[in-house]
């Protein structure tokens, strides 16, 4: 299975560094397909306070830093189209962020990248709704066709992270995760799901302890990936802090993924 994991913003040299280390094990493991996420900037925060990250120069050169270091495939989000072949010629996957999955401009930039493009699905979004957003890749990269097969052979995916309920709550519907697998392959952001936008005063909330049961629940349905940010401490994260699980609690979620997995298998 694909998994996708790190911090969520580079705070420091150190703190990425340290999380880095503890992945080894899910990028040694050949069952595991294994990007290591980390965001350069995290443009959209509720407050202007709110910390997003050393920027597009440091950030990459810390990634880099990464790759060369422990060979991991790279995973960060960009959210302006001229970012694109830049990030583009340093990081494996490109991913778009929700409330930019339908930006024309921003897909087609991404698209002209040799990356794989990540879209996570709006907050605010129909699931059905993303197999155009999907199709504006593809299109751009000369591609006709449409299918999760298609897409997958042309470097396109897709990630639930929750939809909008109400103010300050997501909720995640598990009929996306079949609807969606038919445009492209879906990746479930199980962190970003127990997100409660502007529920912190000024910033983002999180309910932690609903991101396991929810992996169970989409591992049960079925999916190609899971994206989980985890932290040395997420108590002291700079960024979603409330949603982010601590490493140990990484590792008994993958466990619980792949018991329910092997079990569907001998049905």
């Not at 299975?1 to 040694?28: H, N, Q, T």
């Not at 050949?30 to 990250?53: L, Q």
């Not at 449409?146 to 598990?174: H, I, K, P």
Request: charged share 20%.
């Amino acid at each position: 299975m694909i998994l996708i994991a790190g911090p969520c913003a580079i705070e420091s040299r150190d703190v990425l560094m340290r999380v880095a280390e503890k992945l080894m094990g899910y990028f040694e493991d050949e069952t595991i397909d294994f990007y290591f996420k980390s965001s350069f900037d995290k443009a959209n925060r509720t407050s202007i306070e709110s910390f997003r990250g050393p920027g597009i120069d440091e950030g990459l050169k810390l990634l880099q830093e990464v790759r060369e270091q422990f060979g991991y495939k790279i995973l960060t989000d960009i959210h302006e189209s001229y970012q694109a072949p830049i990030v583009g010629s340093v990081v494996d996957v490109l991913q778009i962020p929700a409330f930019l999955c339908r930006q024309t401009d921003l897909l087609v930039a991404a698209a002209k990248t040799k990356a794989v493009v990540n879209i996570k699905k709006g907050q605010f979004l129909n699931p059905a709704d993303m197999r155009y957003s999907v199709k504006k890749v593809l299109q751009t990269r000369g591609c006709d066709q449409e299918g999760s097969e298609v897409a997958r052979q042309n470097g396109v995916w897709l990630t639930e992270r929750g939809s909008t309920f109400g103010y300050g709550n997501l909720v995640v519907d598990m009929r996306s995760f079949l609807i969606m697998s038919e445009f492209a392959p879906v990746i479930f952001d199980a962190t970003h799901s127990v997100q409660m936008p502007g529920a912190a005063g000024g910033s983002s909330g999180g309910k932690r302890e609903f991101v396991a049961p929810l992996a169970r629940a989409a591992a049960a349905v079925g999916v190609d990936g899971f994206f989980f940010e985890t932290h040395t401490n997420p108590c002291l994260a700079l960024c979603d802090g409330p949603n982010m699980l601590d490493l140990e609690a990484l590792q008994k979620s993958v466990n619980e993924i792949r018991a329910i997995q092997n079990s569907l298998k001998q049905l």
